[in-house]
């Protein structure tokens, strides 16, 4: 009986403390929040003129400073996708080059902070180009499978080597403000354009893609006078089977691997009109981040936070001299 009555004692004398504890803790937050009220009520003109500065800076940072991305969609033409990476990567490195930017008219608005480039992974039009043949886009099926053997076919896609050989690409423009087209984006464009090398083979390729076309166009009407003079009626009159004709077989998959042929030799036509040809662009996208457009909050609250700081070490400091002064004159 004296045990369970010491022990509800102690129990009481236990929640008592803990009642003191959370009344003091209450208390002290009442008066730091109080403290709190005080000190903008002492310091009224200058929380408001940190507030007003800071906001209008951080809005005119918001709207000067935030960073967009305008993303272009080429294609490399020539052979020249390891040169394109390189001069992406070359024109990366020398951002803030302004000799090298006014040498070669690359965008001098200095709004342009980073480029980046990567391959636009379209395995399955490598491996179905229509120009090639069923037994053509097999091997090249078969290239990728044998690759990934040994690893996720995922990788070996992604991987920097076997991705260069797409001829599609996305140059990220990472900029500081808005930027124009013609104005920022096409000196670039027309820099990676400027070698003269691959302008003397985009010469040759255009020569060469002109003559298949003329007589890819040729073979198919001689095709088509072929098949006019072999019609299915006189075949049928005379009990042949066109399925079982092979010649004639053979002479329709030629046409039909002809005409989708010449489908592609007309899209690279236009695609050959340059080097490093740009099919497509979106400009000024918004590269977002936690602090994007929140500048004009942070800023002031930032500046709030140094005062607050530095006004706390004021009173500290005096407190302290006084404390010494104290105890020198006692």
């Not at 965008?107 to 180009?129: G, R, T």
Request: proline content about 2%; hydrophobic content about 35%.
């Amino acid at each position: 009986m004296t045990n369970q009555t010491n022990s509800t004692e102690n129990q009481d004398i236990y929640l008592s403390d803990v009642s003191k504890k959370v009344k003091g803790y209450f208390s002290r937050v009442n008066d730091s929040f109080f403290d709190g009220i005080l000190f903008i009520r002492k310091n009224i003109i200058a929380v408001v003129i940190i507030v007003i500065l800071g906001a209008g800076y951080g809005y005119y940072k918001d709207m000067t400073e935030t960073n967009y991305q305008t993303k272009v969609f080429v294609i490399s033409n020539f052979g020249s996708t390891d040169y394109l990476y390189q001069q992406v990567g070359n024109l990366n490195s020398k951002i803030y080059d302004e000799e090298f930017k006014k040498t070669y008219g690359v965008n001098q608005s200095k709004k342009i902070v980073k480029l980046k480039i990567e391959p636009v992974l379209d395995i399955y039009n490598f491996i179905n180009d229509p120009s090639k043949d069923v037994y053509e886009n097999d091997r090249s099926y078969e290239i990728f499978r044998l690759i990934s053997d040994n690893g996720d076919m995922k990788k070996v896609i992604k991987d920097e080597v076997t991705s260069r050989n797409f001829n599609a690409h996305l140059i990220t423009i990472t900029t500081r403000g808005f930027v124009s087209e013609e104005k920022d984006i096409k000196p670039l464009i027309d820099y990676l354009n400027s070698n003269p090398y691959f302008k003397n083979l985009q010469k040759e390729y255009i020569k060469s893609l002109d003559i298949r076309l003329a007589v890819n166009d040729t073979t198919i009407k001689q095709i088509d006078g072929i098949l006019n003079s072999f019609p299915i009626a006189a075949a049928k009159s005379t009990g042949v089977v066109l399925n079982d004709h092979s010649d004639i077989n053979e002479i329709i998959k030629l046409k039909d691997k002809l005409v989708k042929e010449q489908a592609k030799n007309r899209v690279d036509k236009i695609n050959y009109t340059n080097i490093v040809k740009d099919s497509s662009m979106s400009l000024n996208m918004s590269d977002d981040n936690i602090f994007s457009g929140k500048m004009k909050y942070i800023i002031p609250f930032t500046l709030l936070l140094v005062f607050i700081a530095v006004m706390k070490f004021v009173h500290y400091y005096k407190k302290q001299v006084n404390k010494r002064k104290l105890i020198i004159t006692g």
